[in-house]
């Protein structure tokens, strides 16, 4: 059980909150390249309870500003966008992409005030088809040269999806390895020749074994967490006999985004980004180390659960998140259909928009979860008594070399060494040719 005042700390992320104001200490995604495709590249963006524009001016120079014309108070969502910024339709005043007032052309000479008005603007950086921006003081810490960032273009397809509820339950979910065997379990196997771009669908490793057969059968992992200098690495063994043990590694990279197996030649890095307290997104990276990403398939796929312009998932709450009971008797054990971002989505969704944990009995499979918690806390009080981002978990100096993180999904000889999958993770990516 967790008392409410903790609660609180840990899910409030607005503007002057302590977890808002350690959030704001890192990279977060904003948008999606593809959000900023065709010939008006101007979308809305909320995050951290904060309603902001992110747009593309002429130039081509990315621009994130306060949403709300500083006149009075118009919507810059409907703004003019011109080669050098973005011009509010109510009087013309003109804003580029640092928020300066470039133009009130309404306004006679004695009267002009350019320089007097401004915008609340961030830094953006646009990285494999994901728009980063950096929301917080002093200036931005490089973006972590995690696999997925460093990756080429040809090999990360980005996509994003919509969820009510707090960022972080939808965190808990994905250092929670225990869940996979129940909430993800299929009640038959499929061809994993056919599980290209879809989690837990394929053969674990070298190994033609379903992932799903292992899941089923072995609920029961043994589970170490690692303290890393990018936030925590889990490991689950699932003990399949005296000589063999299933070793599915992931990591949380602090202070939102987890790292996960999908397959044994691709990863997925995911970012779960407050909207305000009670929606977020979670953005993702699909990461390749070996073959160019098949973006059309992949984003023909999860556009059957999303969509646009928004993201959010056909199904939810308001229709029962597709449950059907005759489904659960034969096929999942949810009765939520095919899509592990169903099964998410009502785990993450269904407690309400903020869990009450002040009810919540954590287990021994939630360790990584109270290490978790653990770490928020103190990096929030950290970064309300710091100026600088150097003490804070995961801000390197330039130049760091990568940190991967390690990932890993296998099935391996009982009781090898860390050092073992270790390897294995290091010779896959440096077969990855990037």
Known sequence: MLAPEMNKKLTETDTGTPGGTLMRRYWQPVALSDELSGNRPVVPVRIFGEDLVLFRDGEGTLGLIDRHCPHRQADLCYGRLEANGLRCPFHGWLFDAEGSCLDQPGELPENNRVRHFGQA?????ERNGMIFGYLGPCDPPPLPAIDSLVAPDSHVFAFKGFLECNYLQAVEVGIDPA??????RYLQDEDTDDAYGRQFRGGTGDEDVPVTWIMRNFPAPTIDVQRTDFGLQIEARRHLSESRDHVRVTNLIFPNAIVIPMSKSMAITQWH?????HNCYWYAHFTS?????DKPRMREQRMELYRLPD????????????YDPSEQEDETYTGMGMDINVHDQWAVESPGA???????NLAGTDVAISRYRAMLLRSMDKAA???TNAELPLHRAEGSPAIGPEWHDSIMDSGCPRKEWLDGYRDRRDKAGW
């Open 385 to 387: 008594s710091t100026e």
């Open 179 to 184: 869940h996979a065997s129940f909430l993800h």
């Open 121 to 125: 603007a961030y830094p953006c950086v």
């Open 289 to 293: 180390y070996d073959a160019p990403v």
């Open 354 to 360: 903020i869990t009450d944990r002040s009810r919540e």
């Open 273 to 277: 980004v407050p909207v305000d307290d």
């Open 311 to 322: 993201y959010k998932p056909r199904v939810g709450r308001f229709n029962q998140w597709g």
